[in-house]
């Protein structure tokens, strides 16, 4: 028999246990509890002292506690619940204070373990509750939290979406309007016009840039980024991109070598996003370096890898001799919207999305990018890509020719449409400044311009007579969209061999998809210049010759 001193000890173990206790006779009559269980419980002992368990707690979680407990009692099998959840109907109230409020919801475990006196004799049970309620509404909180922080990056990505694709369309006109003053169609320029026009031309790629940055983060924090991996040859499009910053250059007056390693193999790439990437690289390069500094890109076969991956790579570097990153700055260039000089003073502009939308692309590349820079000596960025035979990648549906303002036409590659004689183009589209613009843009010698501002209209003038050699048709248009439209020219017996191009200010590749899928021919993305489109309806009708 325990002395009056080893049960005062136990007694104080028992009171000073964090969790609530509930310790039972063989019938499952309640013997002893401690101060815990009273406090979450809000039980006081002499109510539950002499009473069955299961009187106390009729049922949780839908379960008969009296089965449980008489069956931990008879078998000596542990019972255990890790989450509970319980609304205590009794009064919470302190010794001699009744408050008469209900307790709210507790959230608990229980662990009811057998007591056994000898190796078959059971004389009761201990009842293990770990209060959980705190836990479990700080987690009930927290994804809360989440939901809605995931609910306002969805909105967030979605305005985005939207007001960059609001803004294609208007940057289409004023591209396309530049484009042709440049070409003279709208009378000559004097040298002060030209030197205006240029400005405009260059801040209007600057503005489509940033567009098409905004509407690749939307697509990635959305994880709606699809590829189109092609083998592509990179003497060409590396070429392509430093072309493309060819007047700034000059006006830096900067020394620009391109090095790549003799007999490289094609790439295994998406080619519009490989532009994204090179053109980034070497815009921030040219805006980093003082005029008279250099610029060096090479290419060359690398074992290192990329994610880990071992095999044969390409490492692209791009080099300048610019104002350098601080080691500290590393890692955060390439954090979504970071600058490296935020002040009121600072002297380059930019969003801050570049880096951080090329590290995306390059990683969807299964491929890996990097910086190595010391202050005042200039900034290297170097990036890997799979070789054609090494890449995994599969493309996201069969090509077919498509066209986008992501990339110029290369000189060699651009085709005249009056070899195929005077076209006949319907051009359907709700825009009025867009209409009269493609009217202007269209020389009378060798188009033919139809227009009209709805499908319904377009319709009615095929059959009044009209037989156009091609269409193009706008998708987001009322009463009948450009994707129906689509669909019911390439049903008519009338229509159904015309090339059909759909121009739109959306690049994704479910819409580009969807607009194939009703059976259009080719899709220009907003903004385009007239070369593009020439280009474009030039393969189109040559294509439909030779069919």
């Known amino acids: 028999m325990k002395s009056t001193k080893s049960r005062g000890l136990d007694e104080a173990i028992l009171q000073g246990i964090a969790s609530g206790i509930v310790i039972t006779d063989s019938r499952g009559i309640i013997t002893q509890t401690n101060r815990a269980m009273e406090k979450v419980f809000h039980l006081e002992r002499k109510k539950v002292i002499g009473k069955l368990f299961w009187e106390i707690f009729p049922s949780w979680e839908d379960e008969n506690l009296q089965k449980i407990v ?155 980024i699809e590829m189109d991996f092609e083998p592509m040859d990179l003497r060409k499009h590396i070429s392509l991109a430093a072309a493309n910053l060819g007047y700034r250059v000059l006006e830096k007056e900067l020394g620009l070598f391109i090095e790549l390693e003799d007999d490289l193999p094609p790439v295994w790439a998406d080619r519009d996003k490989f532009h994204r990437v090179m053109s980034n690289l070497l815009e921030n390069a040219v805006k980093f370096t003082d005029e ?52 009121d003073t600072r002297k380059h502009g930019g969003t801050g999305l570049g880096l951080s939308i090329a590290k995306e692309i390059v990683e969807l590349h299964n491929g890996r990018i990097w910086v190595e820079s010391e202050e005042g000596k200039g900034t290297t960025f170097f990036f890997t890509l799979p070789f054609a035979h090494n890449g995994a990648a599969v493309t996201k549906f069969k090509h077919v020719p498509s066209f986008s303002s992501e990339g110029a036409v290369p000189e060699q590659d651009k085709q005249s449409v009056s070899a195929h004689g005077k076209v006949t183009v319907l051009l359907i589209d709700d825009d009025e400044d867009f209409l009269a613009m493609m009217n202007e843009a269209l020389e009378p010698d060798a188009f033919a311009l ?49 090339p059909i191009v759909m121009l739109t200010a959306s690049g994704q590749e479910e819409h580009i998809r969807k607009g194939y899928d009703a059976g259009a021919s080719g899709y220009l993305v907003k903004p385009f210049n007239l070369d593009e489109l020439k280009s474009c309806m030039d393969e189109l009708l040559t294509e439909k010759a030779k069919s």
């Not at 008879?74 to 409020?101: D, F, V, W």
């Open 292 to 343: 008279g500094g250099q610029i060096r890109v090479v290419a060359k076969s690398w074992k290192g890898g990329g994610k880990g991956q071992d095999g044969e790579w390409v490492l692209i570097s791009v080099a300048d001799t610019g104002i350098g990153i601080a080691r500290q700055e590393f890692d955060k260039i390439f954090q979504k919207f970071y600058q490296v000089d935020g002040s």
């Open 70 to 224: 008489l069956k931990v009692l008879k078998t000596g099998e542990p019972y255990q619940n890790e989450r509970i959840r319980y609304l205590s109907m009794e009064e919470a109230s302190e010794p001699g204070e009744h408050t008469g409020c209900p307790f709210p919801e507790i959230v608990f475990s229980a662990n009811i373990n057998p007591i056994f006196k000898s190796e078959r004799r059971i004389i009761g049970a201990v009842v293990v509750l770990d209060n959980l309620t705190d836990k479990v509404r700080l987690e009930e909180h927290l994804l809360k939290v989440n939901e809605e922080l995931q609910k306002a990056n969805r909105v967030k990505s979605d305005f985005l979406s939207m007001v960059s694709h609001e803004m294609r369309t208007p940057l289409t006109l004023i591209k396309m309007y530049t484009s042709m003053m440049a070409d003279r169609k709208l009378g000559e320029l004097t040298p002060k016009q030209e030197k205006a026009l240029e400005v405009m031309n260059r801040r209007c790629r600057n503005l489509s840039d940033m567009i098409g940055d905004l509407l690749d983060l939307s697509r990635i924090e959305a994880g709606n």
């Open 450 to 498: 139809h227009r009209s501002n709805n499908g319904i209209k377009a319709l009615d003038m095929i059959c009044g007579g009209l037989k156009p050699d091609i269409i193009l048709l706008d998708i987001t248009m009322p009463k009948v969209s450009g994707y129906e439209l689509c669909k019911i020219l390439k049903g008519l017996s009338a229509t159904h061999h015309i």
